[in-house]
């Protein structure tokens, strides 16, 4: 199991992160709770494998793969190394975007080189809602959020989808003041496939569809301006 003694030599303490993993420990007894904790997953593997002064991106995530094969406790990230819909597209526009290809649906390179691939809520459990998930880990979620945009450092952060989009410390109108700050915010929709939501605007056409979005090297031509390396998109596994 990853300690949160450990996470938090790293992070600094985190608002109510023990006691929510010793509650998430205790219900382990009762049903499955996801990701399981093995040496390549844990509900804190975000933060294990992305340490906090190396964090140069962020992309938000949902919750955890449905399935105790997939899910390993990083964003969109199967730990088998399948490629679920999401993700497909997600390398498709990579591809359109950048010109890289990529066939492995682990994204641990990504998490080693600087992304934060950080789900809203850090536990899968069929006992529970998605709603209530979320509302679980959302004391947690806004502390880490404010640790990384108070840091000072350069930072690009890509909200995918409504939920992302409606985190409450990035409103629409604060783009321009993040960027002021030398934070970078990237809104897309979401890039799943059900119904058209990679193709369609939201948040009343104010936020593009995920296609075309060109985040990725929207990204590296940020963190290349402010004095940090790019992120390799290349999954070379």
Request: proline fraction near 4%; aromatic fraction near 8%.
């Amino acid at each position: 199991m990853i300690s949160v003694e450990d996470i938090e030599k790293d992070w600094g303490i985190i608002k109510n992160l023990e006691n929510k993993m010793q509650l998430v420990e205790k219900l382990r007894h009762e049903y499955q709770i996801l990701p399981v904790e093995a040496e390549n997953s844990g509900v804190l593997f975000s933060l294990k494998i992305t340490p906090f002064n190396s964090v140069k991106v962020i992309i938000f995530g949902q919750d955890p793969y449905p399935n105790i094969n997939n899910a390993h406790g990083l964003a969109f990230s199967n730990k088998t190394g399948k490629i679920p819909a999401s993700l497909k597209n997600i390398f498709a526009e990579i591809k359109r975007d950048t010109g890289i290809d990529n066939n492995n649906g682990n994204l641990k390179a990504w998490a080693e080189n600087g992304v934060l691939l950080l789900n809203t809520a850090l536990t899968f459990s069929e006992k529970n809602s998605l709603k209530k998930r979320f509302n679980f880990w959302e004391e947690v979620i806004d502390d880490i959020i404010d640790k990384l945009i108070n840091r000072k450092k350069p930072l690009v952060i890509m909200l995918w989808g409504n939920s992302a989009n409606m985190l409450k410390q990035f409103p629409l109108e604060k783009d321009n003041e993040y960027l002021a700050k030398n934070i970078l915010i990237l809104r897309s929709s979401h890039p799943s496939n059900m119904g058209s939501a990679n193709k369609t605007p939201i948040m009343d056409g104010k936020v593009s569809a995920f296609i075309g979005c060109s985040h990725f090297s929207k990204c590296n031509d940020f963190l290349q301006k402010n004095g940090l390396s790019p992120v390799n998109w290349k999954i070379n596994y």
